[in-house]
């Protein structure tokens, strides 16, 4: 189960507790809590480690893409090499070569950029959650520690 599916529980857990007369505040049955508490702090571990991967998937995205740019430059500078005895063909394989290599660049720089902002999104997504959950675990320790 995810982080967030206990946080769901623990929420249903202390609005379905019963209510202290003329108050805003309701009696939960501690050991639930606690019980629930403990698995999400089991579970949080889970979400960190997804995030990692995410985070190994982009390096993963960013060094095929390193691989594939420096395989375009090799196969363009190996073509420049096989054309280099007439002239006007060393000067089409020499504008080819650039064009190719201005390519490869550009489609690295959008991999790359794309792999970044993949990520950062989804580490956005992530830091939200973990924002939603820390809020919820305050509220609950502040209610607890109201009624000690």
């Known amino acids: 189960m995810e ?4 946080m769901e ?17 309701v ?22 480690k997804k995030a990692q991967k ?3 998937e982009r390096q993963r995205i960013l060094v095929e893409a390193q ?3 420096e395989m ?15 002239n006007e ?4 394989a020499r504008e080819k070569s650039e064009e190719l290599l201005e390519a490869s660049k550009k489609a690295a720089r959008e991999i790359r950029v794309g792999a ?13 959650q973990l924002e939603k959950i820390l809020a919820s675990v305050k509220k609950g320790r502040e209610e607890l520690n109201q009624r000690i």
């Open 89 to 92: 063909i060393m000067k089409i």
């Open 116 to 128: 970044n902002k993949y990520a950062d999104e989804v580490l956005a997504q992530l830091e939200k």
């Open 9 to 25: 529980q623990l929420q249903n857990l202390i609005s379905e507790s019963s209510k202290i007369p003329f108050s805003n505040k």
């Open 3 to 6: 982080f967030y599916d206990y």
């Open 67 to 69: 691989k594939e740019g």
């Open 54 to 56: 995410i985070i190994e």
């Open 27 to 48: 009696i939960v049955d501690q050991e639930k809590i606690l019980a629930l508490m403990d698995e999400m702090i089991k579970a949080l571990p889970e979400d960190i």
């Open 72 to 86: 375009i430059i090799k196969e363009a500078k190996e073509h420049i090499e096989k054309m280099v005895d007439q």
